[in-house]
C-alpha cells in the first residue's frame, strides 16, 4: 500500500525564522511528488517534483526531491504570519487503471506567530 | 470558470438521508478526481473519471456511494443512506490531460459534510 510520511505535524515559529518540513514516502509506480498548501479551504499548488536534485523555488518557498532516499523536503524562509497553514505533501502515482491519483501524508500544520 | 467549484459549501442531513454533491472543473480539464478529507487527515482518494468515463472507483468506501459525470464536465458524488462516519470534507479536483503530463491536481474548495 502506498504510503506518505510527513513531519512533523505541527510546528510553531516566530515570523522570520526558517522552517524546513519533510516528507518520506514508499509507493509503487512513482511518478511525481507535490506540495500543497491548506488554509480553510482549497488545497492550493505549491511545487510538482519528478526528478531528483532540482530545486524548485519561488519567492521565499523552495522544494527539492531525492528519488533515491524517498523523500523530498519543503523551505520556508523569512516566514510570514500568512504562512501559516496546513501542508501538504502528495505522491503521484500510476494506479494500474490510468488515474495517476495523488496519495497524501497527514500534512504539517505551520503556525507562524508575529 | 477559472477554478474548480464545489456546491454546496456545508451540508448538514440527518442519518440515513441521501446527499448529492456537484463539482464543477476548469473548463476543458479531462480529468476529475474525488476526495474524502477526514478532520486532521491528508485527503483520501475516492474515485477518477476521465471525460465521462468513471476509470477508478477503487476508493469508494462502500456501495452507499456512487458518483457520475455524464457529459464529461460537471460531476456528482452521491452518498445513500448517510452513516456518522461519512461527515467530512469532500474535495474535487481536476487535471488537464487525461494522461500524466506533469500537470497538477487543482482543487476546489471542498463540500463540509455532517451527518446528525
Known amino acids: 500500500e502506498d504510503k506518505v510520511v510527513q513531519s512533523p505535524l505541527s510546528l510553531v515559529v516566530h515570523e522570520g525564522d526558517t522552517v524546513t518540513l519533510n516528507c518520506s514516502y514508499e509507493?509503487?509506480?512513482?511518478?511525481?511528488l507535490l506540495w500543497y498548501k491548506q488554509e480553510k479551504k482549497a488545497p492550493t499548488f505549491l511545487f510538482m517534483l519528478t526528478s531528483s536534485g532540482i530545486e524548485k523555488k519561488s519567492g521565499r518557498l523552495s522544494s527539492i526531491l531525492d528519488k533515491k532516499e524517498l523523500f523530498s523536503i519543503l523551505n520556508i524562509t523569512a516566514t510570514q504570519t500568512g504562512d501559516s497553514a496546513v501542508y501538504l505533501c502528495?505522491?503521484?502515482?500510476?494506479?494500474?487503471?490510468?488515474?495517476?491519483?495523488?496519495?497524501f501524508g497527514k500534512g504539517t500544520k505551520l503556525s507562524v506567530i508575529p | 470558470g477559472a477554478g474548480v467549484s464545489q456546491s454546496p459549501r456545508y451540508k448538514v442531513a440527518k442519518r440515513g438521508q441521501d446527499v448529492a454533491l456537484r463539482c464543477d472543473p476548469i473548463s476543458g480539464h479531462v480529468s476529475l478526481f474525488w476526495y474524502q478529507q477526514a478532520l486532521g487527515q491528508g485527503p483520501e482518494f475516492l474515485t477518477y473519471?476521465?471525460?465521462?468515463?468513471?476509470?477508478?472507483k477503487s476508493g469508494l468506501p462502500s456501495d452507499r456511494f456512487f458518483a457520475e459525470r455524464p457529459e464529461g464536465s460537471v460531476s456528482t458524488l452521491k452518498i445513500q443512506r448517510t452513516q456518522q462516519e461519512d461527515s467530512a470534507v469532500y474535495l474535487c479536483a481536476s487535471r488537464q490531460t487525461g494522461e500524466y503530463s506533469n500537470q497538477p491536481q487543482h482543487f476546489g474548495d471542498g463540500t463540509r459534510l455532517s451527518i446528525l
Open positions: 502528495a505522491v503521484e502515482a500510476n494506479s494500474g487503471a490510468g488515474s495517476y491519483q495523488l496519495t
Open positions: 473519471f476521465q471525460n465521462e468515463a468513471q476509470l477508478d
Open positions: 509507493v509503487t509506480n512513482f511518478r511525481s
